[in-house]
């Protein structure tokens, strides 16, 4: 009779083949599926910038060429370009691991502040000793190379790539990078979908606060990005006394589990209680 149904207790290759079984890539976006800030095909991206979620630039200008896939995007790495993404120490305890990937790009893996190794083609297993961030970097020299399916695992043989539930994924991206706007909407877009209408109170000096609640709690404080419905970048609308008027916001902090925007509006009445609203992106990215 198959394990499940038995009454028996389950031997220890089995129940550790199910605990394996979820959760054991390392990489975030590995199939280069969620794309919150709207990345567009072709888009340079100064060293350190980033396109897809988790995955930023490592060089000057690093551009991406793609065509969007259903299961997996398969990504072309300019020439001379470098992609990375840091993986948080806690993630990766000391033992010995693979990297593994599609396409033609060369990677390495390395301690965050280490010396970097030479790049090389996949599978890679290196000793990892928990003391730091990781980075897994990939690189197109010598002329333009592919990539997919990137995955970082326990062990020195390399698996099947682990595609998780798409909601699982945003999830995990979300992390790290946040916005009040649809999914497909870039940014800065020029739209009421997904506006952030909640009320706000202004203090004692006349600043203005508002507390933003995240679907996902962030890997740090983030930074807060803020638009107007019509794009207007850095500025959000109060209603109430004053209706319609915008503003800039100066500052953002978070306090018991929320991000409160301030935001200076030169005589606003003290202790008002009104409205604000807006689109925000918070980004915790490493």
Known sequence: MPYPFTTEPLPSTY????????????????????NQRGYTS??????????????????????LTFTDGVQATTVTISSSGVLQQIVERENV??????????????????????TAPAYAASPITVSLDGLANVVVEFTAAGGTRTLGLVQLERGAVPSPFEYRHRGEELALCQRYFEKSYALTTVPGTATDVGLEINSMTSDAIGQVWYPVSFKVTKRATPTMAMWTNAGGANQWIA???????????????????????????????????????????ASAEL
């Open 93 to 114: 305890p000391a033992d010995t691991y693979t990297l593994s990937w599609t396409g033609t790009a060369t990677g390495r893996v390395y301690n965050s502040g280490a």
């Open 239 to 281: 209603d109430g006394p004053g209706v319609g008027t915008t503003f800039a916001v100066v500052a953002s902090f978070t306090s018991e589990g929320k991000t409160v925007i301030y935001a200076g509006i030169s005589g606003w009445p003290a202790w008002t209680a009104s409205r604000l609203y807006g689109h925000w992106t």
């Open 15 to 34: 129940v550790n083949t199910m605990l394996l079984k979820g959760g054991k890539n390392r990489i975030i976006n590995g199939n280069f599926e969620v």
């Open 42 to 63: 072709g888009t340079n991206l100064a060293s350190g910038t980033y396109g897809f979620d988790r995955w930023k630039s490592g060089f000057t200008n690093t551009a």
